[in-house]
């Protein structure tokens, strides 16, 4: 079964600051790695994701992850923090083999704060 | 364009009634998708649809959880005798296909309590 850990439910960083949002993920075939945003009274929105290829994966909004086979990790990065960056963040994960890669298995969720 | 919208936005149930969730997909999509987000927790994979079948139910909970998609295009998902457990967001989301490339575009969610 397929299943993410997101590390901290709740993450503070300051105006500038670089942005670190962990996962981990557990699949028993190569996954395909999705990290989503949810702006409050919003629908969930595509940050970026990982299918095939290229390990680091640029998204939208300036975001970015790297996909690490070995550490089964695909954490989300920003340089730098912008107060529009204030959300919740979900990693998600889809098993190619386990119901097809659309069934995806969301996190619990990670609060970003910014603070000015 | 219009995105994926669900109506209503908010429903407020007793306990042992019947309610009704309506999604509207996003014009030509081909695949629907219902989730449920609980207090605190990630959305949780329900069922989707390609076209009017159900291709992957085995989500839903319990046989008081049923979905329709008659004609392709809009969906409702019905809960029977709800209970207080039942209490949580749900979510719609709608892609163009089922191919790895397609992205699911999620609606606001109706958020229902059950008293």
């Known amino acids: 079964a397929q299943s993410v850990t997101q590390l901290g439910s709740h993450v503070s960083v300051s105006e500038g600051a670089l942005v670190l949002l962990r996962c981990n993920y557990s699949?028993?075939?190569?996954?395909?790695l999705f990290w989503y945003v949810q702006y409050p009274n919003q629908g969930l929105q595509l940050l970026l994701k990982?299918?095939?290829?290229?390990?680091l994966v640029k998204g939208i909004n300036g975001f970015e992850a790297e996909f690490k086979k070995s550490e089964t990790s695909f954490h989300l990065t920003k340089p730098s923090a912008h107060m529009s960056d204030a959300a919740e963040y979900f990693c998600?994960?889809?098993?190619?083999?386990?119901?097809?890669?659309?069934?995806?298995?969301f996190g619990t969720g990670t609060k970003l704060q910014v603070i000015p | 364009g219009a995105g994926v919208s669900q109506t209503p936005s908010n429903k407020v149930t007793e306990k042992g009634k019947y309610v009704e969730l309506r999604c509207d997909p996003i014009?030509?999509?081909?695949?629907l998708y219902w989730y449920r987000q609980s207090l605190g927790q990630g959305p949780e994979f329900l069922i989707y649809?390609?076209?009017?079948?159900?291709?992957?139910d085995s989500g839903l909970p319990n046989d008081r959880f049923f979905a329709v998609r008659p004609e392709g295009s809009v969906s409702t998902l019905k809960i029977q005798r709800t209970e207080r457990g039942d209490s949580a967001v749900y979510l719609c989301?709608?892609?163009?296909?089922?191919?790895?490339?397609?992205?699911?575009?999620f609606g606001p969610g109706t958020r229902l309590l059950v008293l």
């Open positions: 699949s028993s075939v190569p996954p395909y």
């Open positions: 014009s030509g999509h081909t695949a």
């Open positions: 989301a709608s892609s163009f296909g089922l191919s790895f490339q397609e992205t699911q575009y």
């Open positions: 990982y299918t095939t290829g290229a390990t």
């Open positions: 998600a994960v889809s098993d190619p083999n386990s119901g097809g890669y659309q069934k995806v298995t």
């Open positions: 649809f390609q076209g009017t079948g159900a291709a992957d």
